[in-house]
T-cell receptor
Framework: EPEVTQTPSHQVTQMGQEVILRCVPISNHLYFYWYRQILGQKVEFLVSFYNNEISEKSEIFDDQFSVERPDGSNFTLKIRSTKLEDSAMYFC????????????FGPGTRLTVT | AQTVTQSQPEMSVQEAETVTLSCTYDTSESDYYLFWYKQPPSRQMILVIRQEAYKQQNATENRFSVNFQKAAKSFSLKISDSQLGDAAMYFCAYRSSGTYKYIFGTGTRLKVLA
C-alpha cells in the first residue's frame, strides 16, 4: 500500500539555523499538508498546499516557515531561522480528491533545536 | 473556534474484550467530518474510521464502530474483540467541510493486556 515518507526521521539543529524537512506524498495525491506536535501537546495544523500554492495556513505558520513542491514528488517545509520552541515532531500528510479528503500521514520528523 | 477533547489520556483493555474511547467536540458548523486515527509506537497515524456529519448511521469498520451523537457533539470509538495489535495512541480529529485542516484531540493511549 502506498505510504507517505519523510526524511530525516530526526534532525538536530542549532538555534538560528535553517532546516528543510522533506516529504514524499502518495503519488496521485493533489493536496499536501504539514502538522506539528510539540511534546505532550496536540497535533496542530500548519499549512495546506494545492496546485502549487498555499490554500490555508494557521497562525503558527508565520514568515519563518515556507513550503515548496520543488519537483513532482517532493514536498518540503523550510524553517528559516529556527527557535527553541520549534522543537517538535513534524508530520506531513497528503490527500486526493476523495469526498471526505481523508489525509494520509507520514511517520514524522523529530526536530530538536538546541 | 472548533475544539476536540479526549478526556481519557490512557485506557486499558483485556485481550478479546471491548473498549470505548471518548471524544467530544465543539463546533457551530453543521457540515463536517470526524475521524479516528491510530498511531502505533514509532509509526505513522493511520485512519481507523470516519463519519460524515450528515449521515445518521454510525460508521463501522470490522471490529471498530463509532457512536456518533450529533446533538451531544460526541464521537466515541468502540473496539470489539480487542487484539494486542490494537495497542496504540488513538486520535480523534475534526474537519469542517469548508476547510482542509484537521483539528485533533490530545489522544488516548490504549494498552491491551494479554
Amino acid at each position: 500500500e502506498p505510504e507517505v515518507t519523510q526524511t530525516p526521521s530526526h534532525q538536530v539543529t542549532q538555534m538560528g539555523q535553517e532546516v528543510i524537512l522533506r516529504c514524499v506524498p502518495i503519488s496521485n495525491h493533489l493536496y499536501f499538508y504539514w502538522y506539528r506536535q510539540i511534546l505532550g501537546q496536540k497535533v496542530e495544523f500548519l499549512v495546506s498546499f494545492y496546485n502549487n500554492e498555499i490554500s490555508e495556513k494557521s497562525e503558527i505558520f508565520d514568515d519563518q516557515f515556507s513550503v515548496e513542491r520543488p519537483d513532482g514528488s517532493n514536498f518540503t517545509l523550510k524553517i528559516r531561522s529556527t527557535k527553541l520552541e520549534d522543537s517538535a515532531m513534524y508530520f506531513c500528510a497528503s490527500s486526493d480528491r476523495g469526498s471526505s479528503y481523508e489525509q494520509y500521514f507520514g511517520p514524522g520528523t523529530r526536530l530538536t533545536v538546541t | 473556534a472548533q475544539t476536540v477533547t479526549q478526556s481519557q489520556p490512557e485506557m486499558s483493555v483485556q485481550e478479546a474484550e471491548t473498549v470505548t474511547l471518548s471524544c467530544t467536540y465543539d463546533t457551530s458548523e453543521s457540515d463536517y467530518y470526524l475521524f479516528w486515527y491510530k498511531q502505533p509506537p514509532s509509526r505513522q497515524m493511520i485512519l481507523v474510521i470516519r463519519q460524515e456529519a450528515y449521515k445518521q448511521q454510525n460508521a463501522t469498520e470490522n471490529r471498530f464502530s463509532v457512536n456518533f451523537q450529533k446533538a451531544a457533539k460526541s464521537f466515541s470509538l468502540k473496539i470489539s474483540d480487542s487484539q494486542l495489535g490494537d495497542a496504540a495512541m488513538y486520535f480523534c480529529a475534526y474537519r469542517s467541510s469548508g476547510t482542509y485542516k484537521y483539528i485533533f484531540g490530545t489522544g488516548t493511549r490504549l494498552k491491551v493486556l494479554a
